[in-house]
């Protein structure tokens, strides 16, 4: 019996495979999960993360933190490069402003303003106070002269100031007597000066002091370009010479108002409002000038032109107000300290009502008080401080007789004659004849 003949082999078909689970895929692609092992099958592996050796991450966070010390070096430098235009940009525009105070004067007054204050005080005090003045001796050139009157008087003044009686032992010939000095007002003498030693230490040291007939002369209180600033003004930054021929004597006011602990007052304008009792230079409409406490001896009113307050009174009652705690910087200020002997200034008036000026450098705030009280003062008023501000000048001329010149008190007084003649930045007072 023959045998059926076999099946022929099944043709390959070009189907989809099928793998264990029955499901369908293609025969000959590899997913990220899969490979062939030897025999070309497919077979499933475990899937990796290629993850950087140690090495190359440290690399990496080296990089990155190098990228941020350049991003914060860069502003870092803008910003310093911003600030430094902007404050050199301010510095020169502060020496470049309208006045004629010396570059050195403007550049400290430029750091004051802007929060270097206490620098300044802290240098200038470590200066003064490891340059005090010479104890002993007597003047190098002698006693100043007062300038001689440009022309000879009959006429007697009115009042002729008291000579004083001077400090130190052993007077010098003329120290402490009042001369008649600058332009004649009237025929009269209006202005006197006389010089005299501060303290019995210091004897090679001169005080200029000047003494002026507030009958013959009206003052005015003349607006800094800076202190106090704003205006427009009648009376501005210089005299106008227009008043050159009527101009007898001007001289410096007070402190900064940043450091006056006071008020000013001028021209129907309040810069800074007024405190009761503090020290305060009073101008009247009619300029007639005084010095009392406001709100004791002067008050406001109509009559009222000017008043430029500063500190506490100095002498009071002709008593040196200056003799407990000078370090009291409530009455006195504390600009350098004032147990140091620097440029200093003050303005009073005698029992007449005279105006009395007093300045020279080495004086404390006691010993200033101490020469106004010589001087006849019975009320006083410290002045501005330091060598750049104390100046008083006395003026010739300004009329036919001549071109006008201005006279220092003091012969080292540091700042120039024309000083009020020219525009400036603080404010000052000037003495005209009636």
Known sequence: MQSPPEA????????????AAGEAGPRDEASPDTARDDLGELVVTESR?????????????????????????????????????????????????????????????WIRDHGGSGIVD?????????????????????????????????????????NITPIAPKPLPGEGVWAPTGKLVGGRPAVYATFLRPDPVHTSLVTGAAWMDTKLLKGALYNGLELPGGGPWSYGSKVDPRDYGTLIA?????FKLSTSRGGYYTEGKTVQPLVDGRASLVIKTDGTM??????????????????????????DNGVNQATGDVNDTSKWGGTLG???????????????????????????????????????????MELDINSEWVTFFTYQGGDASGPITGVKLLPDMHRPANRYLESGTRDFIALFAR
Request: proline share 9%; glycine share 12%.
């Open 8 to 19: 022929p082999d099944a043709a390959p078909t070009a189907g989809p495979s099928t793998t």
């Open 49 to 109: 993360e290629v993850r950087p050796s140690r090495r190359e991450r440290r690399r990496l966070e080296r990089e990155r933190r190098s990228r941020l010390k350049r991003s914060i070096r860069r502003g870092l430098a803008l910003v310093l490069v911003t600030g430094l235009l902007v404050v050199g940009w301010s510095y020169v525009h502060a020496l470049r402003a309208p006045g004629h105070d010396p570059l050195g004067v403007k550049s400290v007054e």
């Open 122 to 162: 802290r240098i200038e005090h470590w200066w003064y106070t490891h340059h005090q003045p010479p104890k002993g001796g007597t003047p190098k050139h002698g006693l100043p002269k007062a300038a001689p009157l440009p022309t000879p008087t009959t006429a007697p003044p009115p009042v002729v100031p008291i």
């Open 250 to 254: 001007a001289f410096n006011s007070g």
């Open 290 to 315: 005084s010095v009392g406490m406001w709100g004791r001896d002067a008050h406001g009113g109509v009559d009222i032109a000017s008043v430029r307050q500063n500190l506490d009174l100095l002498v």
């Open 338 to 380: 004032n147990k140091v002997f620097v440029w200093r200034s003050g303005v009073g008036i005698d029992k007449n009502g005279n105006l009395l000026y007093v300045g020279g450098n080495g004086l404390n705030v006691t010993t200033l008080a101490d020469v106004l009280v010589a001087a006849g003062a019975v009320r006083a």
